[in-house]
Every structure is written in structure tokens, then in C-alpha cells.
């Protein structure tokens, strides 16, 4: 079902047109990288939304998925992709926060390798249906807490978060390769800003990246 509904024209809100529209309008916000586009218009994101919603699908903002998660809008997957792609080499990366798949089936078109992390565990076996369906099988997930990261399959060329911790995982830069870094938006309800961290000799270097809304990523794992 999913497979047809990827590779058929589509209809309406789910339409090619309707999915270049979404890419003009990226462009207009000043995304101009050509494969993150690419990559954008190649993922059909009605797929990974709520039937009911399928006609909001396209436009720039976020949905909420099942229990109480979102799915990112647009613009940010695609400003989220175009860091991870300032890497000069980007094989092998970690995402923190599956939700409904859609940020690391955009990755996965671009990076050989992409692992992905969800505490929620019907979150996880969600995407992964919607991997295999699509398609996508360089993406490996399971249901973990994010904050321990992946440790048996780092080091990483990137390590990206989805969703906000009040303070950054410093932790998971262990988890890097030498020349990584990690993107993560951080802050609480009031204010978060997407910041690229990356080791330093004397530390952490940051670069804040602006101000974005995430939900909360939180510990534990739920069953």
C-alpha cells in the first residue's frame, strides 16, 4: 500500500505539484542546497502523517503524530539536512528522536548509513514498516533512551536530535569521528536554539544556529 502510494502520481494535497509547491516554498526560506531539495521531493511525508492529515501534509508546519509527538515542518528538515551535509563526508549517521521516520528517511537518501533512536517503542515499529515499505533499508532503528546514543555502532560523522534536552548531551560526542559533530536543538518550552556542537581542544565549540520549537527529549523508554 505504502510502495503505491510513494510511486503513484498522487492527487490533490499528495500530488507532485502539491510537493513542488513545498519545494518552491523551501527555496523562498533560502534553502538552495540542490540534493537536500531533491532529497525533500523524492520523500512522499503524506506517508509518514496520520491518514487524516494527509492533505495538510505539504505545507510548511508541523503535525502531530501518535502519542503526543510532531512531526518537524518542512523547513527544518530540510535546514536540519543541509547541516548534517556541511560535513565534507557524511557516511554514518545518528539520529535521536525517530517520531514518524520522516527526518531519517530524508537523511537516508544522502547518507549511505542512518541510525535512528526512539525511546517511544510503537513509535519505532511504526517507522520501521515504513522503511521496509518504502524501501529505505539503510536505515537501522530501535527503541532505546536517546541520551545513551548508540555506543556499538559509533563513532558517528554526525549525531542529530530531534527533539530539545534543557542542556546539550555533551556525553554523546564521544560518539563521534574525529572531524564530527552533533546538531541538536536545546532549551525548554519558552525558547530553544539549534546548536552545532563539535569536540574542541578546550572543549565544546558552539555555534547557535537560531531558535526553533521541539518537544522535549526525555529518558527511559516506553513500552
Known amino acids: 500500500m505504502v510502495q503505491r502510494l510513494m510511486n503513484a502520481p498522487g492527487i490533490g494535497m499528495t500530488s507532485q505539484r502539491t510537493r513542488q509547491r513545498m519545494i518552491d516554498r523551501l527555496q523562498q526560506r533560502g534553502i538552495n542546497n540542490e540534493q537536500v531539495l531533491q532529497a525533500m521531493n523524492e520523500v512522499p511525508r503524506h506517508v509518514f502523517v496520520d491518514e ?7 505545507e510548511d508546519t508541523a503535525l502531530p503524530i501518535k502519542f503526543s509527538q510532531t512531526i518537524s515542518q518542512p523547513y527544518i528538515v530540510a535546514r536540519m539536512t543541509a547541516e548534517v551535509l556541511s560535513h565534507p ?7 535521536l528522536g ?10 537516508s537518501r ?13 513509535l519505532t515499529r511504526i517507522a520501521r514498516r ?14 532505546d533512551d536517546g541520551y545513551l546514543g548508540w555506543p556499538s555502532e559509533a563513532p558517528f560523522d554526525v ?3 530531534t527533539a530539545a534536552p534543557p542542556e546539550p548531551p555533551l556525553n554523546l560526542l564521544e560518539q563521534l569521528a574525529p572531524g564530527g559533530f552533533m546538531i541538536v536543538p536545546v532549551g525548554g518550552k519558552s525558547r530553544q536554539t539549534l546548536q552545532k556542537i563539535s569536540p574542541g581542544k578546550n572543549g565544546p565549540v558552539i555555534e547557535d544556529l537560531g531558535d526553533v520549537i521541539f518537544v522535549p527529549l526525555l529518558e527511559g523508554v516506553e513500552r
Open 52 to 58: 487524516a492529515l494527509a492533505h495538510r501534509a505539504y
Open 89 to 95: 563526508a557524511p557516511k554514518k549517521v545518528l539520529e
Open 98 to 107: 525517530t517520531g514518524s521516520g520522516y527526518q531519517a528517511a530524508v537523511l
Open 110 to 122: 544522502l547518507i549511505p548509513e542512518v541510525f535512528s533512536i526512539e525511546r517511544i517503542d510503537k
Open 130 to 143: 515504513r522503511f521496509i515499505n518504502l524501501g529505505y533499508l539503510n536505515i537501522r532503528c530501535k527503541t
Open 159 to 161: 549525531i542529530i536530535i
